[in-house]
C-alpha cells in the first residue's frame, strides 16, 4: 500500500498550484465570477499548455497520458483555489466519454482540441425530473437519409452555455446512445444560468437537431462509468476546497480577538476545528479509496457512492461550520469563506447528494455480511 | 396542569386569526411565505395596519399602545402572524428602543419618538455591533465626546441591519474611556441619521440580499437631549434589551411553516417512480425535526406560564430556535437536490424557491450568529448551572 504521489505526480500538483498562485487572488476571482462567462481564456490556454485539459487522453491522440490519480490530484488543487475554469466538465469529461468509444482515434480531431484549449464540450444527460441515480433518458433519436436528429430537451448543462459541441445521451427506440451535437447546429437553443457558486451552466432544447452516433460497446455502462469519474473527481476537488476551508477558518479564529483573546484558545471552538479536521480526514481516506479503486480499472458505483456519502457529509460540515466560526462575516458575499461553503454545496448537489447515496447504501447492506474494502 | 387554551384564550387565538386574515393584504402574505418581502414597504404597510388596529406595540405599557396581555396571548399572537406569513412589525422599533424609552426614556423623548415608532413613521436600526466587538460587544470603541449641549460622535458600527432604511439610529457609544469597568463607560445614544458626518456602506449578504451595512461616524453632533438615560449607564439599558430581543427568536411559527412547504415540496419532486417524499430517510428525518419543534413549542409554551428557569430560558429558546430554523432551510435545499444548481434561470423551468435554496441556506447560518451567537447562548446557560 502507498498513498505518496510520485515525482511526477508531486510536480504536476505543484505545476497547478503555482499556475493558480500566479492567476488569481480574492479579488480578481470575484471579478472573473461577474463576468461574462465566469472564467479566464488566458488561464485556460495556460492550462492547456501544461496538459491539464488532456491529462487523461493517451499521448497519441495529443494528450499527457495520464490516470485517475493524476486527475484527482488536479481536481483538488482546483478545489482548494476555486478554480473557476471548467477544466472537469469542459475538458476531461467530454474526453473520457469519447475515449470509451469502440474507435477513439475517430475522434482524434476532437480529442487534441480538448487537450489544446480550442475546444469546449460538455455532457448532456440529465433530464427534467432526474434525481441522480434515475436518468429517464426521454430525448429521441431518429435515424433518417441525412444522419441522425435528436429532439428532447437536457437540463443542468454543466458549462454548456459556452460548449463548442454537446455529448447528449438520447433513446433510438429503447436503446439508448450517446451522440456528439455541434453546438452551433441547427434545432439547438441553449438557456443559460447561473449556479449558486457562481458558475454556469444552461439548459438545451433539441429540436431535430442533427447529430453523429458515438459507437460505445455498451452506452450505458460508459455513461455510468463516466458518471463515477464524474463523481470521483468531484470527491477529490471538494477535498482541496475542504482543507482550504478549514486553513482559513482556523487562520481567522487565531487573528481574530473577543474577549481580550485569540478566539482559537477559547476550548469550544479549537474543538470545533479539531472536529473538522477530522471529518476531513474521513472524506480524504474515502476519496483517495475511490480514485484507487478506480485506477484498478473497477469502477463500482458502491465505492462512488460510499466516498460521495462520506464527503458529502465532511463538506456539509466544513462549510456550516466554517461559516459559523467567522460570525458576521461569514455569511457576506465579498469574504472568501462563504464562497468555498457555496461551492461545497454546490459539489454535493451534482453528487447526487447524501441522501441519495445514503438510499443506494441502505438498499443494498443484506447482499454482503461484514463491510469489507472491495 | 393544563395545556390547552382557556376558553378565553382560544377565543383570542380565534380572534387574531380571523384578524390576519382579513386584514392584511394577500400579495404582502404570498411575498413573505415565498421569501421576497419587500422592504421597506411591505413592513411599513403591515405595521400600520396592526397600529391602526392596536396590534403593532402590545408589550407597550397601555399609556403608549400597549394591550396588557398575558405572555399567552402575546406568543399566540405571534405564532399566529408567523403561521399566516404576515411579516414581523420592525423589530427595532417594537421589542428594542420602544420598551428602553418606555422604560428609561424622558417624557420629552417618549412624546416625541414613540407615537412615531409604533406606527413606523421613524424607521429604527440598531448601532450596538462594531468591527472588533461582536460577540465582546463591551469592547466597543465609538466615542462620543461631551462638546456644549452636544455630544461629538466618532467611530464605525457595523452589521447594521437595514440602516439604509433607517431615520434614527439607537446606539452605543463610549463616553468614559478611563471608567475601572469597560461596561461602565457606555452610554445609549439616539442619532439622527440625517446629520451631518454619517455614512452608511451596504455589505451583501450570500443569497445577495442587502440586509446590513457599515454605518461611519464622523464627527457626528447629537444633541444631549438624545441621551437614553444617565451618561455612563448605557450597559444597563441595552442588556434590557438584549433580554428582549432573544425570546422573540425562537420563532416556532416560522420553522412549523417551513416545514410544512419541506413536505409539499418534497411531495411534488419526482424520484426513481415515486416522490422524495417516498423516502424513508427523509421521512425521518423530517420527523424528527417536528418533533424537536414540538418540544421547542411546550418548552415556549412552559416559559410563558413562568414554568422554567427563567435565567437560562431565553437562551434555550434561542439557541435551539436558530438551530431549527437553520435546519429547516437545510433540509428545503436538500429537497431542491440537482434543481438548486440553476439560479437566475427562468423560474417556469427550476422553481424560484429551487433556485434560492442554497444560498438561503447559505445566509440563514445568520440566526445562529446574531442576536448573541449559539456559544454565548451556551456560555449563558451554562453559568446558571456552575453559577461561574
Ligand atoms: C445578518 C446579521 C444582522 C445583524 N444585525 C445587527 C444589528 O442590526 N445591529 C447590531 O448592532 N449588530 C447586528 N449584528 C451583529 C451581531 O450581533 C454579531 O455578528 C454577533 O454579535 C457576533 O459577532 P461577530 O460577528 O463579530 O462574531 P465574533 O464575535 O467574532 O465571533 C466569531 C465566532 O466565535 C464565537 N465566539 C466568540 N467569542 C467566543 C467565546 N468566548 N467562546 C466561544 N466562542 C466564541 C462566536 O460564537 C462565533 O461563532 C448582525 C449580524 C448579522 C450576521
Given at each position: 500500500m502507498d498513498f505518496t504521489l510520485s515525482r511526477e505526480q508531486a510536480a504536476l500538483r505543484d505545476a497547478v498550484r503555482e499556475l493558480y498562485r500566479r492567476s488569481y487572488d480574492i479579488e480578481r476571482l470575484r471579478e472573473t465570477a461577474t463576468a461574462d462567462r465566469g472564467w479566464r481564456a488566458d488561464v485556460w490556454r495556460s492550462l492547456a499548455d501544461t496538459g491539464i485539459l488532456g491529462l487523461a487522453i493517451p499521448e497519441d491522440l495529443g494528450g499527457a497520458g495520464a490516470g485517475i490519480v493524476?486527475?484527482?490530484?488536479?481536481?483538488?488543487?482546483?478545489?482548494?483555489?476555486?478554480?473557476?475554469?471548467?477544466?472537469?466538465?469542459?475538458?476531461?469529461?467530454?474526453?473520457?466519454?469519447?475515449?470509451?468509444?469502440?474507435?477513439?482515434?475517430?475522434?482524434?480531431?476532437?480529442?487534441e482540441g480538448i487537450a489544446s484549449g480550442e475546444l469546449l464540450g460538455a455532457i448532456a444527460?440529465?433530464?427534467?425530473?432526474d434525481r441522480w441515480p434515475h436518468r429517464a433518458i426521454a430525448t429521441s433519436a431518429t435515424e433518417t437519409i441525412d444522419g441522425w436528429i435528436l429532439s428532447g430537451s437536457k437540463r443542468l448543462v454543466k458549462?454548456?452555455?459556452?460548449?463548442?459541441?454537446?455529448?447528449?445521451?438520447?433513446?433510438?427506440?429503447?436503446?439508448?446512445?450517446?451522440?456528439?451535437?455541434?453546438?452551433?447546429?441547427?434545432?439547438?437553443?441553449?438557456?443559460?444560468?447561473?449556479?449558486?457558486d457562481r458558475r454556469r451552466g444552461a439548459h438545451l432544447?433539441?429540436?431535430?437537431?442533427?447529430?453523429?452516433?458515438?459507437?460505445?460497446?455498451?452506452?450505458?455502462?460508459?455513461?455510468?462509468?463516466?458518471?463515477?469519474?464524474?463523481?470521483?473527481?468531484?470527491?477529490?476537488?471538494?477535498?482541496?476546497?475542504?482543507?482550504?476551508?478549514?486553513?482559513?477558518?482556523?487562520?481567522?479564529?487565531?487573528?481574530?480577538?473577543?474577549?481580550?483573546?485569540?478566539?482559537?484558545?477559547?476550548?469550544?471552538?479549537?474543538?470545533?476545528?479539531?472536529?473538522l479536521h477530522v471529518l476531513v480526514e474521513m472524506a480524504r481516506s474515502m476519496s483517495l479509496y475511490a480514485v484507487a479503486v478506480v485506477e484498478d480499472g473497477a469502477g463500482e458505483?458502491?465505492?462512488?457512492?460510499?466516498?460521495?456519502?462520506?464527503?458529502?457529509?465532511?463538506?456539509?460540515?466544513?462549510?456550516?461550520?466554517?461559516i459559523h466560526l467567522h460570525g458576521g462575516i461569514g455569511v457576506t458575499e465579498e469574504y472568501v469563506i462563504g464562497q468555498y461553503a457555496a461551492r461545497l454545496m454546490a459539489i454535493e448537489a451534482r453528487l447526487g447528494g447524501a441522501l441519495e447515496h445514503l438510499q443506494q447504501l441502505a438498499s443494498g447492506i443484506d447482499s454482503y455480511d461484514k463491510v469489507a474494502l472491495g | 396542569m393544563r395545556m390547552r387554551l382557556s376558553n378565553d384564550e382560544a377565543l383570542f387565538r380565534q380572534e387574531i386569526r380571523q384578524f390576519f386574515s382579513t386584514q392584511i393584504p394577500e400579495d404582502i402574505q404570498e411575498r413573505s411565505a415565498a421569501g421576497e418581502t419587500r422592504e421597506p414597504d411591505d413592513i411599513a404597510a403591515v405595521q400600520r395596519i396592526l397600529n391602526e388596529h392596536g396590534y403593532a406595540v402590545p408589550s407597550w405599557p397601555t399609556a403608549?399602545?400597549?394591550?396588557?396581555?398575558?405572555?399567552?396571548?402575546?406568543h399566540v399572537f405571534l405564532d399566529e402572524m408567523h403561521l399566516a406569513h404576515v411579516p414581523e412589525p420592525l423589530t427595532f422599533n417594537v421589542d428594542m428602543i420602544g420598551p428602553v424609552l418606555c422604560e428609561f426614556g424622558t417624557d420629552e423623548q417618549k412624546a416625541r419618538f414613540l407615537p412615531g415608532t409604533a406606527n413606523l413613521d421613524i424607521w429604527w436600526c440598531q448601532g450596538f455591533s462594531e468591527p472588533d466587538a461582536g460577540s465582546d460587544l463591551a469592547s466597543l470603541r465609538t466615542s462620543a465626546v461631551r462638546d456644549g449641549a452636544e455630544f461629538v460622535v466618532n467611530g464605525q458600527k457595523t452589521w447594521t441591519t437595514l440602516a439604509q432604511h433607517a431615520d434614527w439610529m439607537f446606539a452605543l457609544v463610549r463616553t468614559n474611556p478611563d471608567a475601572p469597568k469597560r461596561q461602565k463607560g457606555i452610554s445609549f445614544l439616539l442619532i439622527d441619521m440625517r446629520s451631518p458626518g454619517i455614512t452608511v456602506r451596504p455589505i451583501t449578504l450570500l443569497d445577495g440580499s442587502v440586509e446590513v451595512n457599515e454605518v461611519f461616524l464622523s464627527d457626528v453632533r447629537v444633541p444631549v437631549a438624545n441621551l437614553v438615560g444617565e451618561q455612563d449607564h448605557g450597559w444597563t439599558y441595552a442588556k434590557f434589551l438584549l433580554g428582549n430581543e432573544r425570546t422573540r427568536v425562537a420563532r416556532v411559527g416560522v420553522s412549523k411553516n417551513r416545514l410544512a412547504q419541506a413536505k409539499r415540496l418534497a411531495g411534488e419532486t419526482p424520484a426513481g417512480r415515486g416522490t422524495l417524499l417516498d423516502d424513508p430517510i427523509l421521512r425521518a428525518r423530517i420527523a424528527e425535526m417536528e418533533n424537536e419543534l414540538a418540544a421547542l413549542e411546550v418548552t415556549l409554551f412552559r416559559a410563558t406560564s413562568g414554568d422554567v428557569d427563567q435565567a437560562a430560558i431565553a437562551s434555550i429558546l434561542k439557541l435551539r430556535g436558530s438551530e431549527l430554523q437553520e435546519q429547516t432551510t437545510e433540509l428545503i435545499a436538500d429537497i431542491a437536490g440537482p434543481t438548486a444548481l440553476a439560479v437566475d434561470g427562468p423560474s417556469d423551468e427550476i422553481p424560484r424557491w429551487a433556485q434560492r435554496s442554497i444560498r438561503s441556506y447559505l445566509t440563514q447560518r445568520k440566526v445562529g450568529i446574531y442576536g448573541g451567537s449559539s456559544e454565548v447562548q451556551r456560555m449563558i446557560i451554562a453559568k446558571t448551572l456552575t453559577g461561574r
Open positions: 493524476e486527475v484527482a490530484t488536479v481536481m483538488t488543487e482546483l478545489g482548494r483555489v476555486l478554480a473557476p475554469e471548467p477544466v472537469l466538465d469542459s475538458a476531461l469529461i467530454p474526453a473520457d466519454l469519447l475515449l470509451r468509444s469502440n474507435n477513439p482515434r475517430q475522434w482524434q480531431e476532437t480529442l444527460h440529465e433530464e427534467w425530473g458549462h454548456g452555455d459556452v460548449a463548442d459541441f454537446y455529448l447528449v445521451s438520447a433513446r433510438a427506440g429503447d436503446d439508448v446512445a450517446v451522440f456528439m451535437v455541434d453546438g452551433s447546429t441547427q434545432g439547438l437553443s441553449r438557456t443559460a444560468f447561473r449556479t449558486p432544447l433539441l429540436e431535430k437537431s442533427p447529430a453523429t452516433l458515438i459507437e460505445l460497446g455498451d452506452p450505458d455502462a460508459a455513461l455510468r462509468r463516466v458518471e463515477t469519474l464524474e463523481q470521483v473527481a468531484l470527491c477529490a476537488e471538494a477535498i482541496g476546497s475542504m482543507e482550504e476551508a478549514l486553513r482559513i477558518t482556523t487562520d481567522y479564529l487565531g487573528s481574530r480577538k473577543q474577549f481580550g483573546a485569540a478566539l482559537v484558545t477559547y476550548q469550544a471552538l479549537a474543538h470545533r476545528l479539531a472536529d458505483t458502491r465505492i462512488a457512492s460510499r466516498a460521495a456519502l462520506q464527503v458529502c457529509r465532511s463538506a456539509r460540515a466544513v462549510g456550516h461550520e466554517s | 403608549w399602545g400597549g394591550r396588557d396581555w398575558s405572555p399567552v396571548q402575546e
